[in-house]
């Protein structure tokens, strides 16, 4: 099992930064990669970013690149989302998740592709 707990989100006016961390405890070592997902009112849960556990590669939704960073700190057991330059419309629940596994595709953005899911933390992004 593995447990996961986001913090960091909160109100910022557009233009600003945000950095969202997310806890990991449990069986982590055997995860294959990490992720962070969005869910705005009324709209599809999607995909912002991942990393792979053991190598630290990462990818991410074409609407971040550049804006946002994702990294993990081994040592905390931690994976955090670094979010600058936010947008009115990325107002949104931020979510981190697991997966254990690298099948069908390692740069998985589909959120049936990850196992396990924090209780999410909001964001709001002022215009």
């Known amino acids: 099992q593995v447990q996961l707990v986001e913090s960091g989100g909160g109100l910022v006016q557009a233009g600003g930064s945000l950095r969202l961390s997310c806890a990991t405890s449990?069986?982590?070592?055997?995860?294959?990669?990490m992720g962070w997902f969005r869910q705005a009112p009324v709209k599809e849960r999607e995909f912002v970013a991942g990393?792979?556990?053991?190598?630290?590669?990462?990818y991410y939704a074409d609407s971040v690149k550049g804006r946002f960073t994702i990294s993990r700190d081994n040592a905390k057991n931690t994976v955090y989302l670094q979010m600058n330059s936010l947008k009115p419309e990325e107002t949104a629940i931020y979510y981190c998740?697991?997966?254990?596994?690298?099948?069908?595709?390692?740069?998985?953005?589909?959120?049936?592709?990850?196992?396990?899911w924090g209780q999410g933390t909001q964001v709001t992004v002022s215009s």
């Open positions: 990393i792979k556990w053991s190598s630290s590669i990462t």
């Open positions: 998740a697991a997966r254990a596994s690298g099948f069908p595709r390692w740069d998985a953005h589909d959120k049936n592709d990850y196992d396990y």
């Open positions: 449990g069986h982590t070592f055997s995860m294959y990669a």
